[in-house]
């Protein structure tokens, strides 16, 4: 998603749901790429024994981005598994805090 920044804070959030069967996986918000704004590590196979449906969700406050166009990610990884993992259904929001 992108949004276009007067140089405020920018307050970024995302959830949603992702199939998983891993010894581990992780969420995160990268602001254009490269600058991580939060993430997240849940334990899922521990948890599950199989391959489940998990729910997630991730905040964070990006602090004064220059102002100009920017483009907001959210990423999803896991470790070593032979069966699928992906996100099955998430949403991701920006919202500039103007004061």
Same mark, same amino acid.
């Given at each position: 998603?992108?949004?276009?920044?007067?140089?405020?804070?920018?307050?970024?959030? %995302?959830?949603?749901? %992702?199939?998983?069967?891993? *010894?581990?996986?992780?969420?995160?918000?990268?602001?254009?790429?490269?600058?991580?704004?939060?993430? @997240?590590?849940? *334990?899922?196979?521990?948890?599950?024994?199989?391959?489940?449906?998990?729910?997630? %969700?991730?905040?964070?406050?990006?602090?004064?981005? @220059?102002?100009? @166009?920017?483009?907001?990610?959210?990423?999803?990884?896991?470790?070593? @598994?032979?069966?699928?993992?992906?996100?099955?259904?998430?949403?991701?929001? %920006?919202?500039?805090?103007?004061?």
């Amino acid at each position: 998603m992108t949004i276009n920044s007067h140089g405020n804070d920018i307050y970024v959030a %995302a959830s949603g749901g %992702a199939v998983i069967y891993a *010894d581990y996986c992780g969420y995160r918000i990268l602001r254009d790429g490269a600058t991580h704004i939060t993430g @997240s590590i849940a *334990d899922g196979y521990y948890i599950s024994g199989g391959q489940n449906t998990w729910n997630f %969700a991730i905040t964070g406050m990006d602090v004064t981005p @220059s102002a100009g @166009s920017h483009t907001y990610t959210l990423q999803f990884y896991v470790s070593d @598994s032979p069966t699928y993992n992906g996100i099955t259904e998430g949403y991701l929001q %920006a919202i500039e805090i103007n004061e």
